[in-house]
């Protein structure tokens, strides 16, 4: 066992006679590992762009609703009544009749 181990750590399977297919075993390795690593780098990127835009989504989702919540309270009839005061008009004391035609 241990001139196993020595032979590991001196690398003599590298140069031996059956070395072509551990060469190529060695390559198939590697390859896979870069792979795999490349996939985990690819992964990590999209988890930190999902983050990104979840952020930005609750960012529009928030001045979303404060720009809806301006726009109702511009359309209730006292902000209007409010700001047509200015220009001099004024709502109507009569209320509106309905009217019906006949055919």
Same mark, same amino acid.
Do not use: Y
């Given at each position: 066992?241990?001139?196993?181990?020595?032979?590991?750590? $001196?690398?003599?399977?590298?140069?031996?006679?059956?070395?072509?297919?551990?060469?190529?075993?060695?390559?198939?390795?590697?390859?896979?590992?870069?792979?795999?690593?490349?996939?985990?780098?690819?992964?990590?990127?999209?988890?930190?762009?999902?983050?990104?835009?979840?952020?930005?989504?609750?960012?529009?989702?928030?001045?979303?609703?404060?720009?809806?919540?301006?726009?109702?309270?511009? $359309?209730?009839?006292?902000?209007?009544?409010?700001?047509?005061?200015?220009?001099?008009?004024?709502?109507?004391?009569?209320?509106?009749?309905?009217?019906?035609?006949?055919?």
């Amino acid at each position: 066992m241990k001139k196993g181990l020595l032979d590991i750590l $001196k690398a003599k399977f590298l140069v031996s006679g059956d070395a072509p297919k551990n060469w190529r075993f060695i390559l198939f390795a590697s390859l896979l590992a870069v792979m795999m690593i490349s996939s985990s780098h690819q992964a990590d990127q999209k988890v930190h762009k999902i983050e990104k835009l979840k952020k930005e989504i609750n960012g529009l989702r928030s001045s979303f609703f404060a720009n809806r919540r301006s726009v109702q309270q511009l $359309k209730m009839e006292s902000s209007l009544t409010q700001k047509v005061v200015d220009r001099g008009l004024k709502a109507s004391n009569v209320p509106p009749h309905k009217i019906i035609v006949k055919k």
